[in-house]
């Protein structure tokens, strides 16, 4: 594929061969796109020199933001409109498109350029056979930041996202959209669409006047199981955790793994703060089961940190951060208290 690529273009031999490295890598993650998309962003914005990338998808009339680096990278879930944006533009004609200027450029959204920090960016064309999907994109914070060189060098990563969503779907397009939102081993949501419901939650109840609470959660112990067990026994133990959380939550709730043994949930609505310590004793209840593997016990365990709209912030990344905050207080505080059984830590 990139073969056949660089006999069209002109890039210098060594920026090929960083082409290719990021291709060598891609192949090394397997069917996981999530982590695909997000290795490519930060590669792209790597090989153009750039301050920030982005892969948005289509979906409606809207794109999504769906992995970011840089600059973009406090706007994971943003939406835009797609007919007043150049991503959409991008869309539509199937082509590369370049901004020199987003403060002169009627094509953009000039509002969300200014609340991402973009004044120049280039966006190319995801495409799945011949539909496209959605779109590559590096952008600067100054303009006229970039040339024909760095649209060549764009085109290319589109190129191996898109041979990467090939080989993981075998061109069906509802699993592309569902394994660039999914974590690949859990099945969970993955961050992009955590922090996407989390958008669409907090601008719901800006208009509503209702609360709703995020739980930021940690797997306790993992570590542990990986270098004694090795990471077959940690990638169960994982699943295992997913799984208990997602019964243990309601059908309203957003549950997702943010990565590693990260995990999030949006409870969509707190009338109540009652409802949330409910909430947390019930994960901790379902979590402490016993566990084996492979006729090993594993202990499972988990910290947990609430924090609650509108009570505790007004902003979508000073509410992941208080409850981030409050979860590992009490992850420190609980670490000397710990028994053999490694009860799980609340924070509220």
Known sequence: MVTEQQRRMTLSPDRLLDVIRVQTEIVQLGIDLDKVMSLVVEKSQALTGSQGGVIELAEGDEMVYRAVSGLAKSQLGLRLNRATSLSGACISTGTPLSCRDSESDPRVDRDACRRVGLRSMI???LKQEEAVIGVLKVMSDK????????????ELMSGLIAASMANATRYELGEIYHR????????????????????????????SVERFGVLMLDMDGLKKINDEL??????????????????????????????????????????????????????????SEPFEFELKPLPLAVSIGAAVFPDDGDDVNVLVEKADQFMYEMK????????????????L
Do not use: W
């Not at 660039?180 to 208009?207: I, K």
């Open 230 to 287: 090795g990471h077959r026994a940690g990638d169960a133990a994982i699943k295992e955790f997913a799984s208990r959380i997602k019964i243990a939550s309601r059908e309203s709730d957003t549950v997702a793994r943010l990565g590693g043994d990260e995990f999030g949930i949006i409870l969509y609505q707190v009338t109540h703060p009652e409802e949330t310590a409910t909430a947390i004793r019930r994960l901790i209840q379902q979590v």
């Open 332 to 347: 420190r505080s609980q670490k000397v208290m710990r028994q053999p059984e490694q009860q799980a830590a609340i924070s």
């Open 180 to 207: 660039a939102t999914h974590d690949a081993l859990t099945e969970l949501c993955n961050r992009s669409v955590f922090y996407d419901h989390l958008r669409q939650r907090l601008a719901q109840s800006r208009r």
């Open 143 to 154: 303009p006229e930041a970039f040339d024909e060189e760095h649209i060549e060098v764009l």
């Open 123 to 125: 966006v190319v064309p």
